[in-house]
């Protein structure tokens, strides 16, 4: 639920679904890839640095 109120429902909220708010080719994307099996995972490894990844618009950036 906290993962669709972040992403889905703002883009209703936005009306900008046809844009954003799903993972969907032709829509924007900005992404973190997680080396985590579950998001379930997350607050057991807190202090670490799981992103493996990140995507602005689509197109992988260098983390700083």
Same mark, same amino acid.
């Given at each position: 639920?906290?993962?669709?109120?972040?992403?889905?429902?703002?883009?209703? #909220? &936005?009306?900008?679904?046809?844009?954003?708010?799903?993972?969907?080719?032709?829509?924007?994307?900005?992404?973190?890839?997680?080396?985590?099996?579950?998001?379930?995972?997350?607050? #057991?490894?807190?202090?670490?640095?799981?992103?493996? &990844?990140? &995507?602005?618009?689509?197109?992988?950036?260098?983390?700083?």
């Amino acid at each position: 639920q906290a993962i669709a109120a972040t992403t889905l429902h703002n883009a209703y #909220a &936005l009306e900008a679904t046809a844009e954003i708010g799903t993972v969907e080719i032709g829509k924007r994307a900005d992404l973190l890839i997680l080396d985590v099996s579950d998001y379930r995972d997350l607050l #057991a490894g807190l202090g670490e640095d799981p992103v493996r &990844l990140v &995507l602005r618009n689509g197109v992988p950036i260098s983390r700083s």
